[in-house]
Structures are given as structure tokens and as C-alpha cells.
């Protein structure tokens, strides 16, 4: 897993909504790119807002998708507000597209060679041009339009080969949330990129055929007016999105700050151990409280990494309280594994329970436990 520039000023993941973000800052999620870029280390990124979270709740695979990326960004203010709700230390909204634009003006030399996957016929071709006619902090490494099929035909070995030989540093796709990341998640194992990340209005942005609210609009929340100005087909994903936040705040939003506000104080009492059986499998024991506090002072256990070859049992029978730093830890647990490593959850008591669901992660209960 990417260790996080957050690490730096001491701030962790936290969950909500059924999601884990990273609330890392503009400047700090540029230099997490540049840092990935120049050790060749792979960083996979989404940046999830209200119409994600909304997504992930009815579609596990789709969810499963973007909680295996190394990082989640917040983009979106009604999420930006809702974690602030809940006392987490959030610095910023940090938007794909502020991301991508903070990276063209950024000074990195050599600039940053990028490779458009996806998007309308002809966009990704214009962005690319747009790219090579402005020098920047980025350049282009190329582009395909795959055109409308599945993702399978979209996985060919002559696509992933086109893809390698541009020698890209970053892999921006555009092919709708849903399968972009779904996409990302199946080839990942199979692409030589360092940074991948579905960033679908970008490449509209950059290729001329949208722009972007003003800068008071974005500050604000109010660029979901601007995009339905500019797209009134997006009206109907914006109302919909806007019904599940409301139904999702009387149910877990309000319920969590309510608990919050009810909290004893914070304990950072947390005992684990982890220990291989046969050497067939592993389980990993957590008694105590799973926390905040905990975590920020256990680097061990914050950075505990379990055999991914190995089966995980995590044993929670003794754990007492959890929060949504705890549940992130636990979240990036199930979901660092690859492919063909299995996991179980046990002993989960009904406060613990209740917090996930509060959280949005009460599908560890039915997918794991």
C-alpha cells in the first residue's frame, strides 16, 4: 500500500459513507504524483464524490474497485462537510481536475508524460494535441479511444501492449466511473504505468470541450449547477445523487454525529498480534479500542502489511470500539489483499457492528464476517 504524505502531519484515513479518503491537501496529493513518478512506484488514485459513494452503496464490485486503490481523494464539498461534521480533519476538496490542473502547473522536470484512455470519439486525441501545444508541467504520451465495448474487449493484449510502449507516467481514463475503475482494477497487474486514475471530465477539460466552474463556484458547492448548465443530462445523476445523500444522512451521517457528540473520552488502548498457522494462513487478533489515537501512536499496527499469499483471519472478538480511522484501517485490511488471497472477519459485537454501519461499512458484516 502507498504510504500517504498525510503520514508527514500525523493525519490517517478515515471512512464514511462506506468509503475511505486520504484527507491530504492539494500540494500534498501533487507531490504523492511526483514522488510515485520518480521511484517508479505504483500509486493508483480515485477521487470519489457523492455520485461514487452513492455507486458503491448498490454495486460491491464497483466499490471493491475503488477501495483497492492505494488513495481516495475527496472530491466533492457535500463530502468535504460531511466528514468536517463528524470532526475529522479534512484540509480541502482536492478535484481530479484541480489535481491534474495543479500537475500542468507544476515545475516538474522532465514534465510528466500522460497517456488519455477513453473518453468521446476524437477527445482524446484533442486533449493529447492540447497537451504538446502548451508546455506545462505535463506533456502526452499518447492516447486511445477503445470506442464502446465491454470491458473485456477493452482488456485486449493489444491495448495493454499500446499502452506499455508509450512509456506513460500517468494513465488518465475516461470511460464512465462505473468501468473505468473496473477497468483500472482488472489490467492493473498488467500495466507498466506508475500513476492510473479514472478521471473522466478531464479529458473534456483539457481537450476543450468543457470548462470548468469558477473558482467561487467550486469553493462553494455550488459546481453541480455549472455542470448541469453546461450538461443538463447530468440533472437527473445530480437529483438521484442528491436523494441518496439525504436518505444516507438520516441514516448514517446524523446517527454518527450524534455519537460523536455522546462520545467518552478518547482511549488509545489497542492490543494486537498476528501469527501464521502451518503456514497456511494467518490471523491477526485486535482487543481493545481501534482508534484514532491508537493508530497515530502504533506504526506497527498502522503500517501492518499481512502476507497477501496467505488466507486472513481477523479476529475482532475482543475488540470494544471503533472508529472511522479504525474502520478505514479495517477497510484497506480487506481491501489491500489481491486477487486470490480470501479473508474472514469474526466475533464482531454489536457495538462494533453498529459503528460500521454508522460509517457505511456494515457490508463487512455480510461479505466477510
Not at 80 to 87: K, Y
Not at 111 to 140: E, I, K, Y
Not at 283 to 296: K, P, Y
Request: glycine share 8%.
Amino acid at each position: 500500500m502507498f504510504i500517504a504524505a498525510a503520514e508527514q502531519r500525523r493525519c490517517l484515513p478515515m471512512a464514511f459513507l462506506g468509503l475511505v479518503f486520504d484527507p491530504l491537501s492539494l500540494d500534498e496529493a501533487v507531490d504523492l504524483v511526483g514522488r510515485a513518478v520518480r521511484e517508479n512506484r505504483r500509486l493508483m488514485f480515485a477521487t470519489p464524490n457523492v455520485n461514487f459513494a452513492s455507486l458503491a452503496a448498490s454495486n460491491a464490485d464497483f466499490r471493491r474497485a475503488v477501495l483497492a486503490c492505494d488513495l481516495q481523494l475527496i472530491d466533492g464539498m457535500p463530502l468535504v462537510w460531511a466528514g468536517r461534521l463528524l470532526g475529522l480533519p479534512i484540509p480541502e476538496r482536492v478535484a481530479g481536475s484541480s489535481l491534474f490542473e495543479a500537475l500542468q502547473a507544476s515545475k516538474e522536470r522532465p514534465p510528466l508524460r500522460v497517456f488519455f484512455f477513453g473518453g468521446d470519439a476524437g477527445v482524446a486525441q484533442a486533449a493529447s494535441g492540447a497537451l504538446d501545444r502548451t508546455p506545462s508541467g505535463l506533456c502526452s504520451a499518447g492516447y486511445l479511444d477503445p470506442g464502446r465495448g465491454s470491458i473485456e474487449e477493452m482488456s485486449s493484449d493489444a491495448l495493454i501492449d499500446a499502452i506499455n510502449a508509450a512509456k506513460a507516467d500517468f494513465l488518465c481514463v475516461a470511460l464512465g466511473a462505473v468501468k473505468g475503475h473496473m477497468w483500472i482494477a482488472r489490467n492493473a497487474g498488467r500495466l507498466n504505468v506508475p500513476v492510473i486514475s479514472h478521471l473522466g471530465a478531464v479529458v473534456n477539460f483539457v481537450a476543450g470541450r468543457l470548462s470548468r466552474a469558477p473558482r467561487w463556484m467550486q469553493r462553494t458547492g455550488l459546481e453541480w449547477v455549472w455542470r448541469i448548465l453546461r450538461e443538463p443530462q447530468l440533472a437527473r445523476r445530480y437529483r438521484q445523487d442528491g436523494v441518496w445523500l439525504l436518505r444516507a444522512s438520516f441514516g448514517q451521517l446524523l446517527p454518527a454525529w450524534l455519537d460523536l457528540v455522546r462520545a467518552r473520552p478518547e482511549i488509545s488502548g489497542c492490543s494486537w498480534e498476528i501469527h501464521s498457522i502451518d503456514k497456511g494462513s494467518q490471523t491477526l487478533r485486535i482487543a481493545g479500542h481501534l482508534n484514532r489515537s491508537t493508530l497515530l501512536h502504533n506504526d506497527e499496527l498502522r503500517e501492518l502489511k499481512p502476507d497477501r499469499g496467505l488466507p486472513l483471519h481477523i479476529d475482532l472478538k475482543d475488540l470494544d470500539r471503533i472508529d472511522s480511522a479504525g474502520v478505514a484501517w479495517l477497510l484497506r485490511c480487506c481491501y489491500c489483499l489481491r486477487e486470490g488471497s480470501s479473508l474472514r472477519i469474526s466475533g464482531l459485537n454489536a457495538e462494533v457492528s453498529r459503528s460500521l454501519r454508522r460509517f457505511g461499512a456494515g457490508f463487512i458484516t455480510t461479505e466477510y464476517a
